[in-house]
């Protein structure tokens, strides 16, 4: 099994490298300028270990697939097995808190929607889960709103906190549990704000998590190294 150094509060925690499980429409206000409907319940998908991607290490666009989009989201890090469990056993496994990217292929996306077809091209593909360090979790009250923005190019293009999430993070991560099981070292990815849009190459890119810190990162130009 290969092992991550995640770094929390400036401290490496190893942990496996495990799934990303996402949650797609978590705020109406984004599902909303997608034309997407409101959830009844959480619109869950993966991303394998092989999508996820340190955000040190930059970004890189798949080519030729049409517009990838930026969505920054809040991410969690577990810490403990998930199984069925309740709110409170949920909170009590979060790890750590980030702040990431789910990359996503839209006109892939579009058109897989259209055909009823599985996501996964437009979603799961190599480095399209891209991921901060992490704040540890002990010490962050999950009543305490948790905000996020992205500026691209010095422009505010995203931001929103964990209030205006349909589905709250400890709810969201009991429900997903009774489905699929939770290890330490996966991450979920909550859903974005509204004001997703195309990257392009060479865009700057700083990734804001509350006041705890502020990531940047740029997209890659030229060749794709993975
Ligand atoms: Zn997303």
Known sequence: MAYAHYWMNGEAVDLPVGKAVCVGR????????????????????????SALRSLADGIVLPQGLGEVHHEIEITVLIGQTLKDADEETAKAAIAGYGVGLDLTLREVQNQLKAKGHPWERAKAFDGSGILSQWVEARGISTRQHIAIGLEVNGQLRQEGHSGQMLFPIAALLAEISQHFTLQPGDVVFTGTPPGVGPLQQGDKLALRLGNFFIATTEVLTGESPL
Request: proline share 12%; hydrophobic share 40%.
């Open 26 to 49: 978590n705020y109406a206000e984004h599902a909303q300028e997608l034309g997407n409907e409101v959830p009844e319940a959480p619109l869950l998908f993966m991303k394998p270990a």
